[in-house]
DNA sequence: CTACACCTTCCCATCATGGGAAGGTCAAGC
DNA sequence: GCTTGACCTTCCCATGATGGGAAGGTGTAG
């Protein structure tokens, strides 16, 4: 398999296939004789538990040790779980930090007349001073 | 006023103060004899009002727009509040994300053990080829 | 044998921010 | 007047994850 069909079996691109490779998150393939790099199923196995690993937002750093935990038959389940809930913790302050400004610019845009007027207090509270 | 001063009495570090000058966000302070750049009250409280735009989640860019906004005395209030509107729809879909990341972790952890025993769902789940 | 799809490496760009080097300036204290 | 230390200047580099694209090699189908 070339990095095509590995990157469509996966779902990670072709880039980020090889970008992961060159930061030594996952092994470099075998090559071919002209140099084409040759996945098999474990590879691709891999990749999509890389990719699973981003979309729940750990970063490619967390993915490495998750991928350690993964690979390691003997990890014990409390590290892994220590890590998710960490990641869990830091997820929510961010959901909760955007939120929050969301919160703030909705209640700013309530106040505003939204009509041809210039006065508005959007503006009006981002340039205040206090 | 230096620019360690007004980085002082805005909140914007004196780099990025230099870089949102370097990209056209603000306009170019004086310059004292020696080459130092000299900011008076108005480009501090243009720089709060840049920091206010990024704390609320405004890119750089669309802290531009709304800069360009708050000069335009005759603008129309609805061009800000469309503005803002969009914002807080993409500041709520991205913490929607978040939480929906989060939530699928916390389950997953929530069905981990966490002892010194290796077997662990969030692993299997995360590496799982369904 | 040609055409086309694929592969390789390499460089660049993004976005916002910080670090740091090399060198100039200014004010305070001796 | 001179030194010292805190400031300022510009310039380059790094981050994190991703994509774009160029230049050139490969493999296969017709």
């Known amino acids: ?34 140099g084409y790099r040759v996945y098999a199923e474990p590879n691709v196995h891999t990749l999509r538990f890389v990719r699973r690993a981003r979309s729940l937002g750990f970063s490619v750093e967390e993915t490495g040790s998750l991928l350690a935990l993964w690979r390691d038959r003997s990890r014990a389940s409390v590290d892994v779980k220590t890590l998710a809930l960490k990641h869990v913790a830091e997820l929510e302050e961010k959901a909760a930090a955007l939120q929050a400004m969301a919160a703030t610019l909705r209640h700013l845009a309530s106040h505003c007349h939204g009509d041809q007027r210039p006065d508005c207090p959007i503006l009006d509270k981002i340039g205040s001073s206090n």
């Open 1 to 34: 398999m070339n990095i095509g069909q590995a990157a469509e079996a996966s779902g990670v691109s072709a880039k980020m296939i090889r970008y992961y490779e060159q930061i030594g998150l996952i092994e470099p393939p075998a090559r071919s004789h002209s």
